[in-house]
């Protein structure tokens, strides 16, 4: 089969042989659709670091064509999306439900073989069953919009909130929706690239700004009678956006990490400051018991996964695929086979 793997410090598009069955709770899918994680492209630019001799791709549905002998509910033939990430569940953090932090976490794509290849080989337990009323682009949106759904529960996102995104990628403009979809009343979209802001209107968002033309801070507070939003998300992963919405929230208001800096990037930030206005700053990582549900929203036509996928590729044609995603010019790129 074909598989684009991470090898001396590039992606490099392999012939390898097909992927086979170990152990009996195992399923080799045909893959059909992988996105490209904003994550895997901080590795191919050289941001982040990734495993050696990884096939890479963790946000993936395919077809089910082998099942091992301790397969239960899944079937050859199914449909299914992947929950990439793998937990030990003997753990300290396993043990108290917060499986994301696990201690023992491994993830398809990142740490084992994942989704740009023609086959892979998931654990049964990882895998949800879709029907063929969507399309397997639309499955392999589960695992990032499971992340977003993470976020806005860590949030406690609730009716009449008033909430500011600073960032309209792929995963902002998922959070969008999921924020309006929990009842926000107003939800401002910042994203400097034009046709995405026009995305986020369609989308639902009531405010959209252009933060090269508009001062985020004074748009969000002259829409919120000079308080601020009640909740901020930082869905860019850059320090000068961190503090857009630390500025733009207001007292007692909760702002969330959400984007993916570097891990050299450092923050001055005012102890007085978070003190005073009694806010909360928190993380969100990964997708901890979000995935049903997440493929439930897109199934059932919630959130709208098809808008925010912005260019698809063939497998030989990864290289372009990632220059595209590194352009900013692309939402979700997409491989498809
Ligand atoms: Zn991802
Ligand atoms: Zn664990």
């Not at 029907?131 to 949106?141: H, N, Q, T, W």
């Amino acid at each position: 089969m074909i598989a684009a793997v991470w090898r001396g410090g590039k992606i490099s598009l392999e012939e390898l042989p097909n992927p086979v069955i170990k152990k009996e709770d195992e399923v080799i899918i045909k893959v059909l659709a992988s996105g490209i994680c904003g994550t895997d492209l901080h590795v191919f630019s050289g941001k982040a670091q990734g495993k050696d001799g990884v096939i890479r791709g963790h946000e993936f549905s395919g077809r089910v064509v082998e099942i091992g002998k301790d397969v239960k509910g899944i079937k050859v033939g199914d449909l299914v999306a992947v929950d990439p990430n793998i937990t030990c569940g003997h753990c300290y953090f396993c043990k108290r439900g917060e499986i994301n932090l696990c201690e023992n976490l491994i993830a398809l794509g990142v740490d084992i073989n994942g989704g740009f290849a023609e086959y892979c080989v998931v654990p049964y337990k990882q895998l949800y069953v879709f029907s063929e009323k969507i399309s397997p682009i639309e499955g392999a949106m589960m695992e990032p919009v499971a992340c977003a759904l993470h976020g806005i529960e860590r949030l406690n996102v609730g009716p009449g909130d008033t909430v500011l995104i600073v960032g309209g990628g792929a995963l902002g403009l998922v959070l969008l929706q999921l924020a309006k979809l929990s009842g926000a009343s107003k939800v401002f979209l910042v994203e400097k690239v034009e046709w995405k802001r026009k995305i986020a209107k369609d989308l639902g968002a009531d405010i959209v700004i252009d933060p090269l033309k508009e001062n985020v801070e004074e748009i969000v507070k002259e829409n919120t009678y000079g308080r601020g939003a009640d909740v901020g998300i930082e869905a860019v992963g850059k320090t000068e956006t961190v503090k857009t919405v630390l500025g733009s929230v207001r007292r007692g208001g909760k702002v969330l990490i959400f984007g993916v800096s570097s891990p050299e990037d450092l923050l001055s930030i005012s102890p007085y400051d978070i003190y005073f206005r009694e806010l909360t700053i928190m993380g969100s990582f990964v997708n901890p018991f979000t995935n049903s549900r997440a493929l439930s929203l897109i199934e059932e036509g919630m959130i709208d996964v098809k808008k925010i996928v912005s260019h698809r590729f063939s497998i030989e044609k990864i290289d372009e695929a990632i220059k595209v995603g590194l352009s900013g010019d692309a939402l979700r790129v997409i491989i498809n086979f």
